[in-house]
Structures are given as C-alpha cells and as structure tokens.
C-alpha cells in the first residue's frame, strides 16, 4: 500500500491525519504546555495521599469516606477521556487543554475552601474532569508533533516524565504542607500550578484537530459513565453495606449490564468512542490490557503503603510524601534515558522488566511487620517500584500510539488512558475493600488476643461500628487505649497486607499478558501502523 501523503489545512493547524513537523525548539515550546498540564493533572491526582492522616482527623471520615477521596478523582477521568478525546479530535485540541486546566483549577479552589468531605468530594471531581481531559489531549498533541520514531519516542518519554514528576513532587509538597494541620493549602498549591499550566496552554499550545469519521456518542458515554460508577460504589461500600447485600448486588448487576450495553453499542454506532477494530492489533490491546491490570496492582500498592504509614502507624504526611518521592524520584533521574530506550529496544522486555521490579517490591513490603515502625525499610522496595512505574508506563504509552494510523491517534491516547484511570480507581476500591473489609472481619480476634473484655470492649465496639478499625486505631479511650489501638493496627495491616498480594498477583497477570501480547519491535513508523492497520 502506498504510504499516505499529508498536507497542512487551510487554516495551518494540522491533525494526526495532517502530522507536524516543526523544527526542534519550536517542537520542544509546543510540548511543554502539555509536559505541564500533565504534570499539574498527575499532582492534582495523587497529592492527597499523604493527607489521608490530616483529613481523616480534620473531617473525621471513616475508611470507606477516605476511599472515596481518591476514587472520585479517578472515577470521571477514567469515564469521561474517551469522549474528550473526540471533543479535541473534533475541536481542536488546544482549546480542550486549555478547558481541562482551567476545571483542574476549579476543583481546587473548591477542595481549598472545603467544609465537610462532602464538598471535598465535589471539588476532587471537578478536578477529576480536568484531568481527564488533558490526559488523552496532551498525549495526542505530543503524537501529533513528532511525526518522526525518534522524536516520538523522546516525546512520549517526556510526557512520562511529566506524569512521573508530578507523581514524585505532587505527595511531598503535600506532606509537607500537610505539616501545619491542615490539607487545605496542598489545595492552593494545585491551583497555582492550574494557572501555570492554562497561561502556557494560551501562549504555545498547538492546535490540531483529526474530524474525519469521529463524533459523539452519548449513548456509549452514558453506558460506560454509570457502569464504572455502580461497580466503584459496589467496591468501595460493599465492607460496610455487605457483598451480598441488595444494594451492593445490584450495583454490579447494573455494571456488568451497562458495560455490556457500551460494547454493543461501540460495535453498531456510526461513531464509536471506541473503535473496537484497533483491539486487533496485538501490541495495541496488549499494551492496553498491561495499562489496566498493572495500573490496578500499582494503585493498589501506592494506596497502600500511604495507608500503613500514615493512618496505620501515624506518620506525619511529610513522611508519607517522602515515601512517594522515592517512587517519583527514580524516573526523574532515568529520564535522559527513556527516550534512547523506547527508540532502541522492543517494547516488551522494558515493560517486562518494570513489571518484575513492581511485583518484586508488592511482594517484599507485604513481608514486613506492622510493629516495623522504620521508614528506611520502605526505601528499597519503594526504589524498586519507582524503577518499575516510568518503564509500564512509557511502553504502554508507546505501544498504543504507535501501532495504530495516525488518524486514529487521538482515539488510542484517550483509550490507553481512559483504561489506565480505570485501573487505578479500581485499584484504590479494591485495596479498600480488602484491606478494610478483612481488618473488620478479624478485628474482634485481635481485641480478644489483646485482652480487651467487659465494658471496655463494648465501648470499642461502639467506635468500630461507627468508624471501623480505623477509628479502633486512633482513639484515645483512657487508661486501656493502648491494647485496643494496637489491635485496630494490627487489624487493619492483616487486611491491607492481603490487598498487597493480590496487587502482586495482577502484576504477575500484567508480565504474561506482556510476554505473549506485545510484539517484539522497537517504535514503528506511522506509515506502518497504517499498513498493518488495514491490511
């Protein structure tokens, strides 16, 4: 087949049907207004983490609530990307990273100025919309400007690193912000960072736009938004509620129905918001499989060790962000290198390589006792997975937006995030309904065994019913606090250290998916993908 010939439009704006080629610094100005709107979404995502302490003792949130902090983050991104990516196909991209900054820095004006968690819960989804509209927005604009395998390699390698650095400085910030008591200002700092990010997006943001055989579907939008809501809430609520509960089984039926409904739909309509042909290529739902079932091992992982140190063993939040800034702290130092790699060596055994580390260090922290109180034992598992995150996460990247005709670009950057987001919220409410639901369950064995019996205990079982292990875990009751807060630590460990193994196990699941999926060739040419795509 012949290659295809671009031409710019009549307006200069060009598409992934229509590829840039600008020189290497005016490339270089027009990705750096997405290097830092993804930076700002990343730290907008995951800062909270070490402030799970401060807020469960500011707006005193039982388990379940402090889930849903970081859950209704995720959960918007990961609904709604596909359909911003085709606004940015069919719009303009620019003016739709421009849109996603500015509702990042709404969610945080509402999350600083927060009363109750409640209103915390609407100002972290607002900002949850804002990422999910720059994450695919921002991808596509860096694919589209790097026509060339070796620019794009080195593009995709910075708009990981611009994930990786707002994942590393977003929780230490955080913490130590989080120092003074209060999570508010972390808020602040996000909002700022917002405001950077739309004035670069204004100044040197490129537009580009790719119509042809793209449009909305509100149908498959409908269908996948709910679906994610009814099986999240099912996860998160099920401990408290109970898993054969009528509204916690019927929340999964009405997922697993809507989800059914998506598909259908995706395959009938004029234009999908997923066109399921693109899963034929293997590297492409190779890599996006990898993206959702390691994203959820990882999250899971990171959401856990934020819980053990911070609300489990009482940390302050300036500790737990700096347990995130060893995870943060080793993409930044191999970004020079990401780039040559992604461009030189297959896909997989990168991918595969990082899988190992992150399962390696899942494994090992779950070994480690809760009576443990050191943080330097943290620090090799950490570096390890810190390794292991920018490598899955640059080779999905790649994977997708490589094997797949430029036209299609936008659609597949959107996909591979959309089911990266999902993996990571389904990650926290696994984590949760695990790690809380088991510590409530062995919860009165380990009050027996510390010895806590007669009015004592029913005083402690009236704080379990209201709050949980977590609240067994904190509260000063009097003279006798000690046995039933080290019981609420010790229960809540049993429970989150079985969320560990599990998250390894997806890893592990991640690494053959990887093995047997994704095709054993460095980046390839776009004209490529093309070719492979329709023959």
Not at 99 to 120: D, F, K, P, R
Not at 457 to 476: D, R, W
Request: charged share 10%; proline share 5%.
């Amino acid at each position: 087949m012949k290659p295809t010939v671009y031409q710019r439009s009549a307006t200069g704006a060009a598409g992934p049907d229509q590829p840039s080629n600008p020189s290497g610094l005016r490339r270089t100005a027009a990705m750096l207004p997405a290097f830092v709107a993804v930076f700002v979404a990343e730290f907008a995502m995951v800062f909270v983490a070490p402030l799970n302490g401060v807020i469960q003792a500011d707006l005193h949130t039982t388990g379940s609530q402090l889930s849903w902090v970081t859950a209704i983050f995720f959960l918007p991104t990961a609904a709604l990307e596909l359909t911003f990516g085709v606004l940015g196909d069919l719009f303009g991209r620019k003016r739709l990273l421009v849109g996603g900054t500015l509702a990042v820095a709404a969610g945080a004006s509402i999350g600083a100025a927060a009363s109750s968690i409640q209103v915390l819960f609407v100002g972290q989804a607002v900002a949850g919309i804002g990422a999910a509209i720059i994450f695919p927005t921002s991808l596509a604009i860096i694919a589209n400007q790097t026509p060339k395998p070796r620019d794009r390699a080195r593009g995709v390698a910075l708009w990981t690193m611009g994930i990786t650095v707002g994942a590393a400085v977003g929780p230490v910030s955080a913490g130590a912000i989080g120092l003074g008591g209060s999570y508010r200002w972390a808020y602040v700092a996000v909002l700022a960072g917002a405001v950077v990010a739309t004035v670069l997006s204004l100044l040197w943001a490129p537009d580009s736009r790719s119509p042809e055989g793209r449009g909305l579907d509100l149908v498959g939008q409908v269908s996948l938004a709910v679906a994610l809501t009814a099986v999240l809430y099912g996860l998160i609520e099920g401990p408290d509620l109970g898993w054969v509960s009528a509204p916690i089984l019927g929340c999964f039926a009405v997922g697993v129905v809507l989800f059914a409904v998506f598909f259908v739909t995706e395959n009938r309509t004029r234009f999908p918001l997923l066109d399921l042909s693109l899963f034929k290529i293997s590297t492409f739902s190779g890599a996006a499989l990898v993206a959702l079932i390691s994203t959820c091992g990882f999250t899971a992982f990171i959401f856990t060790v934020a819980i053990r140190v911070a609300v489990i063993q009482g940390h302050n939040s300036l500790v737990v962000g700096l347990m995130n800034l060893i995870v943060g702290g080793i993409p930044i130092l191999l970004w020079p290198f990401f780039g040559r790699l992604l461009f030189r060596i297959q896909l997989r055994w990168i991918m595969m390589t990082g899988l190992v580390a992150i399962g390696i260090a899942q494994v090992w922290v779950s070994t480690m006792p809760i009576t443990d109180l050191s943080i330097g034992h943290l620090v090799a598992p950490l570096l390890l997975a810190g390794f292991g995150f920018p490598a899955v996460l640059s080779t999905t990247s790649a994977g997708a937006v490589n094997v797949v005709p430029p036209r299609l670009a936008g659609m597949a950057s959107a996909t591979t995030n959309m089911v990266r987001d999902t993996g990571g919220v389904v990650g926290v409410a696994i984590a949760s309904a695990i790690g809380f639901g088991n510590a409530a369950a062995v919860l009165p064995s380990f009050l027996a065994k510390n010895g806590v019996t007669g009015p004592f205990l029913a005083i402690v079982n009236h704080v379990a019913s209201i709050g949980g292990p977590v609240a067994v875990a904190h509260a000063p009751l009097g003279p006798q606090a000690a046995l039933s807060m080290s019981a609420g630590q010790a229960a809540l460990w049993h429970g989150f250290s079985l969320s560990l193994l599990l998250s390894c196990a997806l890893t592990v699941v991640s690494l053959v998916i990887a093995l047997f999926m994704i095709r054993s060739i460095p980046a390839g040419s776009r004209a490529e993908a093309e070719e492979n795509f329709l023959g």
